[in-house]
């Protein structure tokens, strides 16, 4: 058996483990016929002598659903650790000597789009949220862009930028209050954290929606109140009462 025999053997073999379809099996097979020796022994030079290049698997999720126990069998059958000690110096700053995880975790590779560019008009974020519907409060119109799509929001907390999360969720979408004491902050001071920034749910207005959507349908949720049953508007009214001087 020549060497490139046995190179090919071994690559079809694991993409018949990782696709039991046998499709990428198929595509890998079509793109080596087209190499003779010297060509293939060539590709194979620089694919091991680059960690940067890979064979891409494809998979459709309907047909060949991925789980813990498929990535487990793999894992075990080609050596491949899944547990790792993780060490983190941006803890304490020391790149020699870094605290480390007390148990190996699980450390798996996954493939993360690069953000968008963060600029106005390629994201979904607003520099104002001044256009609002009357009844609601909700942002509407050209400012409806105030808000953060799901890829965006998951990439915040992933990042750890918490204080991003809470002004985009915040100041910047459905709460004027602390709308108002922002931008205050801002022309008295040049400066704000989110630490002086007023965080009542009361003044959220998706929120309470979602809170009295779910009330009307009989659903207890604590957004808005530990119980689940006071609507908003009497949370409203039992605070300015107990602010109210009693003659």
Same mark, same amino acid.
């Given at each position: 058996?020549?060497?490139? %025999?046995?190179?090919?053997?071994?690559?079809?073999? *694991?993409?018949?483990?990782?696709?039991?379809?046998?499709?990428?099996?198929?595509?890998?097979?079509?793109?080596?016929?087209?190499?003779?020796?010297?060509? *293939? @022994?060539?590709?194979?030079?620089?694919?091991?002598?680059?960690?940067?290049?890979?064979?891409?698997?494809?998979?459709?999720?309907?047909?060949?659903?991925?789980?813990?126990?498929?990535?487990?069998?793999?894992? =075990?059958? @080609?050596? &491949?650790?899944?547990?790792?000690?993780? @060490?983190?110096? @941006?803890?304490?700053?020391?790149?020699?000597?870094?605290?480390?995880?007390?148990?190996?975790?699980?450390?798996?590779?996954?493939?993360?789009? =690069?953000?968008?560019?963060?600029? &106005?008009?390629?994201?979904?974020?607003? &520099? %104002? #949220?001044?256009?609002?519907?009357? =009844?609601?409060?909700?942002?509407?119109?050209?400012?409806?862009?105030?808000?953060?799509?799901?890829?965006?929001?998951?990439?915040?907390?992933?990042?750890?930028?918490?204080?991003?999360?809470?002004?985009?969720?915040?100041?910047?979408?459905?709460?004027?209050? $602390?709308?108002? $004491?922002?931008? =205050?902050?801002?022309?008295?001071?040049?400066?704000?954290?989110?630490?002086?920034?007023?965080?009542?749910?009361? #003044?959220? %207005?998706?929120?309470?929606?979602?809170?009295?959507?779910?009330?009307?349908?009989?659903?207890?949720? #604590?957004?808005?109140?530990?119980?689940?049953?006071?609507?908003?508007? %009497?949370?409203?009214?039992?605070?300015?009462?107990?602010? $109210?001087?009693?003659?």
């Amino acid at each position: 058996m020549s060497t490139r %025999t046995q190179i090919e053997k071994e690559m079809y073999e *694991f993409l018949d483990d990782m696709d039991p379809s046998g499709k990428n099996t198929e595509r890998l097979k079509k793109f080596f016929k087209t190499m003779d020796d010297k060509q *293939f @022994y060539k590709y194979m030079v620089d694919f091991l002598s680059d960690d940067n290049k890979y064979i891409q698997v494809g998979y459709e999720a309907f047909d060949n659903p991925v789980s813990m126990e498929f990535i487990d069998k793999i894992s =075990r059958k @080609y050596d &491949i650790p899944l547990y790792e000690y993780v @060490y983190k110096p @941006y803890l304490n700053g020391d790149t020699q000597n870094p605290p480390a995880t007390v148990h190996p975790v699980m450390v798996v590779d996954i493939p993360i789009k =690069r953000l968008k560019q963060m600029i &106005i008009t390629k994201n979904h974020s607003s &520099i %104002t #949220n001044a256009k609002r519907d009357a =009844r609601t409060g909700q942002v509407t119109g050209h400012d409806k862009t105030a808000r953060v799509t799901d890829s965006e929001a998951f990439s915040l907390i992933v990042q750890e930028l918490y204080q991003v999360a809470q002004e985009e969720y915040g100041p910047m979408a459905d709460d004027e209050t $602390a709308l108002y $004491a922002m931008l =205050r902050e801002i022309q008295q001071n040049g400066e704000v954290s989110m630490e002086d920034l007023p965080n009542d749910p009361l #003044n959220k %207005t998706t929120m309470n929606t979602i809170y009295l959507y779910s009330i009307g349908a009989g659903i207890v949720t #604590n957004l808005v109140e530990e119980t689940g049953y006071v609507l908003p508007t %009497t949370l409203k009214s039992r605070e300015v009462n107990d602010k $109210a001087i009693k003659r």
